[in-house]
């Protein structure tokens, strides 16, 4: 068959071919010119025949830039040139808002993010991460949790009423000074000015007492406490931590037992007679030093002014002797 040739000068200067150049149509026909190689040159050439001329990859998928995008490995629709991936997924700035991986509603220009939750700062406040009303300027957050100022506070991070310019918080509790104290965390009534706190209990000390936060009737001016009692010093005395009774002004604690210190003394925790002057302790028993001796512990009697102890025995050295410990 004869050979076509093309006279290569007026197909380049040939405005016709140009201005009619169609890319659609330039597609179609690079994919039949593909079709149309040979089968080692089609090979090397099937990524160009498959894809789009504008194909690019996203995780394990191809797509066309020009009418998607590509968000965290995931094929996500393109809306216009201001399309922004939030993680996984993509949005248009004009009407969505990425917060902390979530698309969330585009309020106005002052829409802003609250951990995963958008909102508008003229109607709302974000308190530790919850989007919360907005009452007015002044509007503060109490945890979690947003007030008025005017008519609550915060205690502890517990919104409480406001009662007036004098209101506190008494752990996660608001009260009035004027009409309640606050003991130990605990609101408890107030009795005059004169209130104080015993543990968690409020009380009067004009007629009651603090004993080791227990608290007890008071009797007079001399009132004490004896570990949790109360007691009148006039009449009783406190012994260790056990209130005893009080016989007179020699009154004495033997342990915690009360005694007259005219009549007995005190051997070793334990209350014992009293023999006079000569009164002495061996061990837990009391003895009359003119007639009995301690030896070791044990009553023994004295011989005389030359008595002495052999071990738990007293002798006379004048008639005897000590050998080895034995009276000998």
């Known amino acids: 068959m004869p050979r076509r040739v093309i006279n290569s000068s007026s197909s380049s ?35 160009f025949c498959t894809r789009p001329a504008t194909a690019a990859i996203c995780g394990t998928s191809s797509y066309d830039p020009s009418s998607k995008i590509c968000c965290s490995g995931s094929v996500q629709p393109w809306y216009n040139i201001n399309t922004k991936c939030c993680g996984a997924t993509s949005y248009d700035p004009a009407t969505k808002i990425c917060c902390s991986g979530s698309v969330q509603p585009w309020y106005n220009i002052n829409t802003q993010c609250c951990g995963a939750t958008s909102y508008d700062p003229a109607t709302k406040i974000c308190c530790s991460g919850s989007v919360q009303p907005w009452y007015n300027i002044n509007t503060k957050c109490c945890g979690a949790t947003s007030y008025d100022p005017a008519t609550k506070i ?12 004098n209101t506190k918080c008494c752990g996660t509790t608001s009260y009035d000074p004027a009409t309640k104290v606050c003991c130990n965390g605990i609101v408890q009534p107030r009795f005059g000015i004169n209130t104080q706190c015993c543990g968690t209990t409020a009380f009067d000390p004009s007629t009651k007492v603090c004993c080791s936060g227990i608290v007890q009737s008071r009797f007079d001016i001399n009132t004490q406490c004896c570990g949790t009692m109360a007691f009148d010093t006039s009449t009783k005395v406190c012994c260790n931590g056990i209130v005893q009774p009080r016989f007179d002004i020699n009154t004495q604690c033997c342990g915690t037992t009360a005694f007259d210190t005219s009549t007995k003394v005190c051997c070793m925790g334990r209350v014992q007679p009293w023999y006079g002057f000569n009164t002495l302790c061996c061990g837990t028993t009391s003895y009359d030093s003119s007639t009995k001796t301690c030896c070791s512990g044990n009553l023994q009697p004295r011989y005389g002014i030359n008595t002495q102890c052999c071990g738990t025995t007293s002798y006379d050295t004048s008639t005897k002797r000590c050998c080895n410990g034995v009276v000998c």
């Open 13 to 47: 200067s040939s405005p016709t071919m140009w201005s009619s150049f169609n890319p659609a149509a330039a597609g179609r026909h690079r994919r039949l010119s593909c079709l149309l190689l040979p089968a080692a040159v089609l090979v090397l050439t099937f990524t």
């Open 154 to 165: 915060c205690c502890s991070g517990s919104v409480q009423p406001w009662y007036n310019i």
